[in-house]
């Protein structure tokens, strides 16, 4: 059952080689193009959670990230390279390993792209707020956070009334409105097929990278090294609560995604077997050593140890009672630690008397995270539609707007999911469920690519892992292991989340998957910019989409 229904390689290869895509691009240009995918987010918007549950370890926790994506990306590049089409790992599991893994893959990656969109529009709504108060202009708590929300939710479920949770009851928002709204304007914007070009989005990654650049330039000089004591205050971690910095590298996982950009360029790229390893290991390279500069310079100059309770206990990222002790601290008069900070780069630079840098950092970060959002939330309803195209979802999942030649359908759905969940929970647990998600997609990567070379090994492959059977054993283990160092409620979310999918599957998909009715067409030629009409290949049936 596990690898019956596999969809044909050679159909999905035979669309792909119609696209005539010309060999361009060289080693240095898949570099570059790698770092300006990686670059931004996690950055922005994680390292403040980093910190809480590393302190200064967290520089550990950016290697370890690092080399799991690195390892992750080179199996990638290879059915990347074989199957150069639009679906993602969900297509190529499904190439590979059958429907039923595909449709968990592409089940996964909701998490993914809708709760990794929510992480970064919840980031963004905190550099906004952060930058009007320096401006003056105070947003509400009330609609700004849900901090007070959630810490009422925990005493309803029987939590104790610590005065950290009654102090964020007191201080606390119930919903964050401008996380809602970007979510929102992304939606209309992809509804109405408005997407950015590749000159703004160029701009965008040169915002950020001056950004980060003036960060590293103003506060790698004043370093203290008695910051960085105690180095690993967490230690390795602890596997239940998400501590330590192996905790922290699961998270930071989070500010890695988006070197597939590079994978999937390999079918455009002049002699792949040389330059994808060094477009993959390069842009993570410099991704990597980008961060450990800019964490450095946060935890030399103001310090990154993390805070705990008045009883000396640990306190997880963005719990209620993590929100009310911060606020506890601040209200005393103290400055506010960087653990506690929600904008933590601008913070760092108004520490250290850089407030008009502080500011423009903000600005660019207020500027550029949107682009995130909206490509994350692309990616998902493209990998809903390739879904729905193959009749493992609703047909009307991929009706197209007859006007604007969108999937408008499941663009709002996506778009409902990503503003819910924006507009309650923090930063820190949606990076980390989105993550959740991402680890498992990219472990069945890694193992698709050791089926692949069992089942079909004198297959073409334009580009093939190196040292494979070290390789992608070395990915798979890699993602269990930051798996299992996210805390308990994020791998359940995806335990739960995938025992929906699974549900959904076995009562609706299996029966109306087109693959298992024995219908031939193959849709990813146009899954990533559906027309108004798609001619059916020849000898292809299309009656499954009247499901």
């Not at 401008?178 to 000159?199: N, R």
């Not at 949107?370 to 979802?393: E, W």
């Not at 076995?506 to 998957?513: H, P, V």
Request: glycine fraction near 10%; charged fraction near 10%.
């Amino acid at each position: 059952m596990i690898f019956d229904r596999v969809k044909s390689l050679d159909a999905i290869l035979a669309t792909a080689e119609k696209k005539g895509l010309h060999r361009s691009l060289g080693a240095f240009q898949l570099t570059m193009l790698g770092v300006g995918a990686v670059i931004g987010t996690g950055i922005f918007v994680l390292t403040a959670v980093a910190a809480q549950k590393a302190g200064p370890g967290m520089m550990l926790s950016f290697i370890i990230a690092g080399f799991v994506c690195a390892v992750a990306a080179l199996c990638y590049s290879e059915l990347a390279s074989m199957v150069p089409v639009a679906g993602s790992a969900y297509t190529y599991t499904y190439a590979v390993m059958g429907e039923l893994l595909a449709w968990m893959v592409g089940w996964a990656l909701v998490l993914e792209y809708a709760l990794g969109a929510s992480a970064v529009a919840v980031g963004w709504s905190n550099h906004l707020v952060g930058a009007l108060a320096d401006s003056g202009i105070h947003f509400p708590a009330l609609m700004s956070n849900a901090d007070g929300l959630m810490a009422r939710v925990a005493l309803a479920f029987g939590s104790a009334p610590t005065p950290d949770l009654m102090a964020a009851v007191q201080n606390g928002g119930f919903i964050n409105v401008p996380a809602i709204v970007v979510i929102m304007a992304v939606t209309a914007l992809l509804i109405k097929g408005t997407t950015e070009s590749a000159m703004v989005n160029a701009v965008l990654v040169v915002v950020k990278l001056i950004a980060l650049t003036a960060f590293m330039v103003l506060t790698l000089p004043a370093i203290k090294a008695s910051n960085f004591h105690p180095f690993t205050p967490t230690g390795f971690g602890n596997l239940t609560s998400g501590t330590g910095y192996v905790g922290a590298a699961a998270s930071i996982f989070f500010a890695y995604v988006g070197f597939d950009a590079v994978s999937t360029a390999a079918e455009e790229t002049k002699n792949p077997q040389r330059n994808v390893p060094i477009g993959l290991i390069g842009s993570l390279m410099i991704c990597t050593v980008i961060y450990l500069l800019v964490a450095a310079g946060a935890i030399g100059t103001v310090g990154a140890q993390p805070v705990t309770s008045a009883a000396g206990a640990f306190l997880a990222p963005g719990s209620p009672e993590m929100a009310g002790r911060c606020a506890a601290i601040i209200a005393s008069g103290a400055t506010e630690p960087l653990v506690c900070s929600k904008h933590a780069l601008v913070h760092v630079l108004q520490t250290i008397n850089y407030p008009v840098v502080g500011w423009l950092v903000g600005l660019a970060a207020i500027i550029a995270l949107p682009s995130v959002v909206l490509m994350m939330m692309f990616g998902q309803t493209r990998v809903f539609f390739t879904m729905a195209r193959d009749g493992l979802l609703p047909a009307s999942f991929a009706k197209v707007h007859p006007r604007f030649k969108t999937p408008h359908v499941v663009t709002a759905v996506t778009g409902l999911f990503a503003l819910i969940f924006a507009g309650l929970l923090p930063v820190g647990s949606l990076a980390d469920y989105s993550n959740s998600g991402t680890l498992f997609a990219f472990a069945m990567v890694a193992l698709a690519v050791l089926v692949l070379r069992v089942k079909d090994p004198t297959r073409k492959r334009s580009f093939r892992t190196p040292a494979v059977w070290l390789v992608a054993p070395a990915a798979i283990i890699g993602c269990i292991v930051l798996y299992a160092a996210l805390d308990t409620t994020s791998k359940l979310v995806l335990v739960g989340w995938g025992g929906i999918g699974l549900v959904v599957y076995f009562l609706y998909g299996r029966s109306r998957s087109h693959v298992g009715r024995g219908l031939t067409e193959v849709h990813e030629l146009d899954a990533d910019a559906p027309p108004v009409s798609v001619p059916p290949m020849p000898g292809a049936h299309t009656s499954g989409m009247k499901d």
